[in-house]
Protein backbone atom coordinates (compact mmCIF):
# COMPACT_ATOMS: atom_id res chain seq x y z
CA UNK A 1 0.00 0.00 0.00
CA UNK A 2 1.43 3.16 -1.03
CA UNK A 3 0.46 7.02 0.74
CA UNK A 4 0.60 9.71 -1.85
CA UNK A 5 0.37 13.35 -0.21
CA UNK A 6 -1.40 15.55 -2.52
CA UNK A 7 -1.89 18.42 -0.03
CA UNK A 8 0.02 20.86 -2.20
CA UNK A 9 -0.22 19.78 -5.73
CA UNK A 10 -1.10 16.48 -8.04
CA UNK A 11 2.47 14.95 -9.04
CA UNK A 12 2.10 13.56 -12.64
CA UNK A 13 3.77 10.47 -11.59
CA UNK A 14 1.76 9.62 -9.31
CA UNK A 15 -1.65 10.60 -10.49
CA UNK A 16 -0.25 8.03 -13.62
CA UNK A 17 0.08 5.45 -10.86
CA UNK A 18 -3.15 5.94 -9.90
CA UNK A 19 -4.55 5.90 -13.36
CA UNK A 20 -2.74 2.32 -13.78
CA UNK A 21 -4.04 1.00 -10.41
CA UNK A 22 -7.41 1.55 -10.99
CA UNK A 23 -6.94 -0.13 -14.77
CA UNK A 24 -5.22 -3.14 -13.22
CA UNK A 25 -8.68 -3.36 -11.30
CA UNK A 26 -6.93 -1.82 -8.00
CA UNK A 27 -8.56 -0.14 -5.15
CA UNK A 28 -7.87 3.45 -4.39
CA UNK A 29 -8.90 5.68 -1.80
CA UNK A 30 -8.68 9.34 -2.31
CA UNK A 31 -10.75 12.72 -0.75
CA UNK A 32 -14.13 14.17 -1.74
CA UNK A 33 -15.78 17.28 -0.53
CA UNK A 34 -17.55 15.08 1.90
CA UNK A 35 -15.67 12.00 3.07
CA UNK A 36 -12.94 10.28 1.92
CA UNK A 37 -14.17 8.00 -0.54
CA UNK A 38 -12.29 4.21 -1.70
CA UNK A 39 -13.26 3.33 -5.31
CA UNK A 40 -12.60 0.94 -8.39
CA UNK A 41 -13.62 0.78 -11.87
CA UNK A 42 -16.80 0.60 -12.18
CA UNK A 43 -16.74 -1.26 -15.08
CA UNK A 44 -15.02 -4.42 -13.86
CA UNK A 45 -16.79 -7.27 -12.05
CA UNK A 46 -13.47 -8.36 -10.39
CA UNK A 47 -12.35 -4.94 -9.31
CA UNK A 48 -16.49 -4.19 -7.98
CA UNK A 49 -15.80 -7.89 -6.30
CA UNK A 50 -12.78 -6.68 -4.76
CA UNK A 51 -14.57 -3.47 -3.24
CA UNK A 52 -16.98 -5.57 -1.82
CA UNK A 53 -14.76 -7.65 0.06
CA UNK A 54 -12.22 -4.45 1.31
CA UNK A 55 -15.30 -2.85 2.82
CA UNK A 56 -16.61 -6.42 4.32
CA UNK A 57 -19.87 -4.62 2.56
CA UNK A 58 -23.07 -7.27 1.75
CA UNK A 59 -23.25 -7.79 -2.15
CA UNK A 60 -27.23 -6.68 -1.36
CA UNK A 61 -25.98 -3.36 -0.88
CA UNK A 62 -25.38 -1.48 -4.08
CA UNK A 63 -22.25 1.25 -4.89
CA UNK A 64 -23.35 4.46 -6.27
CA UNK A 65 -20.81 5.94 -9.37
CA UNK A 66 -19.04 9.19 -9.36
CA UNK A 67 -18.30 10.48 -12.78
CA UNK A 68 -16.54 13.21 -14.77
CA UNK A 69 -19.30 15.02 -15.99
CA UNK A 70 -22.64 14.69 -17.44
CA UNK A 71 -21.89 13.45 -20.64
CA UNK A 72 -20.85 10.44 -18.19
CA UNK A 73 -24.29 10.24 -16.56
CA UNK A 74 -26.23 9.65 -19.82
CA UNK A 75 -23.61 6.81 -21.23
CA UNK A 76 -24.36 4.92 -17.22
CA UNK A 77 -27.89 5.95 -17.22
CA UNK A 78 -31.65 7.23 -18.39
CA UNK A 79 -32.17 10.99 -17.57
CA UNK A 80 -35.89 10.72 -17.98
CA UNK A 81 -37.79 13.68 -17.17
CA UNK A 82 -37.22 17.46 -16.66
CA UNK A 83 -36.93 17.45 -12.95
CA UNK A 84 -33.66 14.99 -13.33
CA UNK A 85 -32.52 17.32 -16.07
CA UNK A 86 -32.71 20.34 -13.57
CA UNK A 87 -31.21 18.73 -10.29
CA UNK A 88 -28.25 17.51 -12.67
CA UNK A 89 -27.66 21.22 -13.93
CA UNK A 90 -28.54 23.00 -10.76
CA UNK A 91 -26.67 20.96 -8.04
CA UNK A 92 -23.81 18.77 -9.98
CA UNK A 93 -21.14 19.22 -9.53
CA UNK A 94 -22.00 18.59 -5.94
CA UNK A 95 -22.91 17.04 -3.01
CA UNK A 96 -26.29 14.99 -4.41
CA UNK A 97 -26.08 11.77 -5.78
CA UNK A 98 -29.02 10.88 -8.00
CA UNK A 99 -30.78 7.46 -8.62
CA UNK A 100 -31.22 7.13 -12.37
CA UNK A 101 -32.78 3.53 -14.47
CA UNK A 102 -29.37 2.23 -15.37
CA UNK A 103 -28.24 1.20 -18.86
CA UNK A 104 -27.29 -2.50 -19.86
CA UNK A 105 -23.25 -1.82 -19.45
CA UNK A 106 -23.53 -1.00 -15.56
CA UNK A 107 -23.02 -4.74 -13.93
CA UNK A 108 -25.77 -5.89 -11.93
CA UNK A 109 -23.17 -6.73 -9.55
CA UNK A 110 -22.63 -2.95 -9.01
CA UNK A 111 -26.13 -2.29 -8.25
CA UNK A 112 -27.47 -5.59 -6.31
CA UNK A 113 -29.61 -6.62 -8.82
CA UNK A 114 -31.40 -3.30 -8.75
CA UNK A 115 -32.50 -1.51 -11.76
CA UNK A 116 -31.31 1.92 -10.56
CA UNK A 117 -27.93 3.63 -9.95
CA UNK A 118 -26.88 6.48 -7.92
CA UNK A 119 -24.54 8.70 -9.67
CA UNK A 120 -22.73 11.44 -8.86
CA UNK A 121 -20.15 14.14 -9.98
CA UNK A 122 -17.84 15.38 -7.00
CA UNK A 123 -16.79 19.14 -6.15
CA UNK A 124 -13.34 18.20 -5.91
CA UNK A 125 -10.44 18.92 -7.92
CA UNK A 126 -8.51 15.46 -6.66
CA UNK A 127 -11.31 13.35 -7.54
CA UNK A 128 -11.93 15.35 -10.57
CA UNK A 129 -8.62 14.78 -11.96
CA UNK A 130 -8.59 11.53 -10.91
CA UNK A 131 -12.36 10.72 -13.21
CA UNK A 132 -11.51 12.89 -16.16
CA UNK A 133 -7.72 11.47 -16.49
CA UNK A 134 -8.93 7.58 -16.07
CA UNK A 135 -12.05 8.20 -18.05
CA UNK A 136 -13.82 5.58 -16.52
CA UNK A 137 -16.70 5.92 -13.72
CA UNK A 138 -16.02 4.88 -10.23
CA UNK A 139 -17.64 2.50 -7.95
CA UNK A 140 -17.39 4.47 -5.28
CA UNK A 141 -18.42 4.32 -1.10
CA UNK A 142 -17.04 6.04 2.09
CA UNK A 143 -14.10 5.07 3.16
CA UNK A 144 -14.51 2.77 5.69
CA UNK A 145 -15.86 -0.49 6.85
CA UNK A 146 -19.69 -1.63 6.57
CA UNK A 147 -22.09 -0.40 9.26
CA UNK A 148 -18.60 1.16 11.07
CA UNK A 149 -17.73 4.89 11.39
CA UNK A 150 -16.59 7.02 8.97
CA UNK A 151 -12.71 7.74 8.59
CA UNK A 152 -11.39 11.10 7.88
CA UNK A 153 -7.73 10.62 9.01
CA UNK A 154 -4.61 8.76 6.96
CA UNK A 155 -3.68 6.99 10.15
CA UNK A 156 -7.25 5.44 10.09
CA UNK A 157 -7.39 4.52 6.83
CA UNK A 158 -4.34 3.36 7.03
CA UNK A 159 -4.87 0.92 9.82
CA UNK A 160 -8.47 -0.37 8.09
CA UNK A 161 -7.42 -0.82 4.92
CA UNK A 162 -3.82 -2.00 5.28
CA UNK A 163 -3.38 -4.90 2.83
CA UNK A 164 -6.44 -4.58 1.61
CA UNK A 165 -6.04 -1.22 -1.13
CA UNK A 166 -3.50 -0.18 -3.54
CA UNK A 167 -3.03 3.44 -2.88
CA UNK A 168 -4.50 6.26 -0.38
CA UNK A 169 -4.55 9.93 -1.56
CA UNK A 170 -4.26 12.06 1.32
CA UNK A 171 -4.70 16.14 1.09
CA UNK A 172 -5.63 18.69 3.36
CA UNK A 173 -9.23 18.64 1.92
CA UNK A 174 -11.68 20.49 4.66
CA UNK A 175 -14.96 17.44 4.59
CA UNK A 176 -18.39 18.21 4.94
CA UNK A 177 -20.30 17.44 8.14
CA UNK A 178 -23.16 15.29 6.40
CA UNK A 179 -22.62 12.60 3.44
CA UNK A 180 -23.98 13.85 0.39
CA UNK A 181 -28.23 13.88 -0.38
CA UNK A 182 -29.44 10.84 -1.86
CA UNK A 183 -32.74 11.97 -4.31
CA UNK A 184 -34.81 9.71 -6.41
CA UNK A 185 -37.37 11.64 -8.80
CA UNK A 186 -40.73 9.35 -9.00
CA UNK A 187 -43.86 10.53 -10.83
CA UNK A 188 -42.55 13.77 -10.98
CA UNK A 189 -42.08 14.15 -7.10
CA UNK A 190 -38.27 14.63 -5.47
CA UNK A 191 -38.01 12.14 -2.95
CA UNK A 192 -35.30 12.04 -0.34
CA UNK A 193 -33.71 8.64 0.09
CA UNK A 194 -31.16 9.83 2.49
CA UNK A 195 -30.80 13.80 3.48
CA UNK A 196 -26.99 15.15 3.96
CA UNK A 197 -26.09 18.77 3.46
CA UNK A 198 -28.11 19.65 0.60
CA UNK A 199 -32.12 19.40 2.07
CA UNK A 200 -34.95 18.90 -0.25
CA UNK A 201 -36.42 22.58 0.52
CA UNK A 202 -33.29 23.71 -1.23
CA UNK A 203 -33.68 21.52 -4.16
CA UNK A 204 -37.30 22.33 -4.92
CA UNK A 205 -36.32 26.21 -4.39
CA UNK A 206 -33.66 25.79 -7.12
CA UNK A 207 -35.17 24.08 -9.44
CA UNK A 208 -38.34 26.57 -8.97
CA UNK A 209 -40.96 24.21 -7.91
CA UNK A 210 -43.80 24.43 -5.45
Given amino acids: ?20 ILDKDGIVIFPTETVYGIGVNAKSKKAINKLYEAKLRPKNKP ?16 VSNNIEKSIIKKFMPGEITLILNKRKCISNLLTANK ?23 LATSSANLSGKEILNDVNSLKKVFEN ?13 LLPSTIVEVKDDKI ?20
Fill in 1 to 20: MKIFNWTKNIPKDELNEVIR
Fill in 63 to 78: FSVLVKDKKMINSLAE
Fill in 115 to 137: KTIGIRIPNNNIALTILKKSKIP
Fill in 191 to 210: NIIREGSITLEQIKKKILMK
Fill in 164 to 176: KVDIIIVSNSKFG
